[in-house]
């Protein structure tokens, strides 16, 4: 069954849309661990938030002691709970943790982690909105790499009067504005891509990954799938804009990513209160 919420972002509406699980589907175990070289062995000694409820427009404190080795990156973040509903949309944000130690290897810098590493993050929720000029949706972006200053989106693209969707990513900088698109397509079993002309007229919808409780207590776990609203080639290009983060109930997820690209999800729960009232008082 088909569920489409909607939510009211600074006069911005934004849908999410996805298929429900069903009540009998069980989130499949993660298989008995086995030595491979580049897997990771560690284990996350502590992992707090200095106040698990913070005020609209303030930050999260984020403590982590992590001790192990085959660590590649470490990445964090951000999903909103719907209020009705047991579900987690996101990523908000998510971004990279930078090392004190980087390498470079072929041309790319890799953090360098050492065998005990202590964490003290500061964390701004805030929501990515991508917009053609007259509408928008939600724009829950993932940084194309280690110490870049770009982020991507994946979504369905469709050509005017076609009707066929195809997989495409856009590329954006960090003020926002559009560096690159292209068209994701399965050739031979593997992904290729090709560069994307969007005309006007031709429509976007950006993808939104879903967490359920079943799959929380699973690190390395796996999302539903779900998309946000479709966006309409108008005379300006796409591009996103930060917007304040809404009063609810979040997750701030620590994602540990080993050596061979298997990913562990670690998350704790805070709350950003209504601002119904201020620091002072005063209503």
Known sequence: MELVRTFVVNDWELRVAFNEPEKNDVPAKTSDVV???????YQINSLTLASDKIAPGDSLTLSAQISGENIAFLTTELYFKDKEFD????PVTQDYVRSAVEKEANGMVHPSWEPEIKLSLEIKPLFRVITDGIGAAFAFMHPVGYGQEEYQLEGLFTRKDSGNASRARLKFDNSGEMTDKRVIQEKHGRLATHDL???????FIPAVHVLTNMNLSNPKMHTLHGISGTLTKLED?????????????????LVVED??????HHYVPFSIESNQINRRGVW
Do not use: Q, R, T
């Not at 030595?35 to 062995?41: C, D, I, L, R, T």
């Not at 996103?240 to 997820?253: F, R």
């Not at 050596?259 to 562990?264: A, L, R």
């Open 237 to 253: 290009s796409f591009h996103w804009v930060d917007e304040a983060a809404l009063p609810g109930d979040y997750l701030l997820g």
């Open 35 to 41: 030595s491979v070289p580049g897997a990771g062995k």
């Open 87 to 90: 579900y987690y949309y996101g």
């Open 259 to 264: 050596f061979n690209g298997d990913k562990y």
């Open 197 to 203: 002309a969007i005309k006007s007229g031709d429509m």
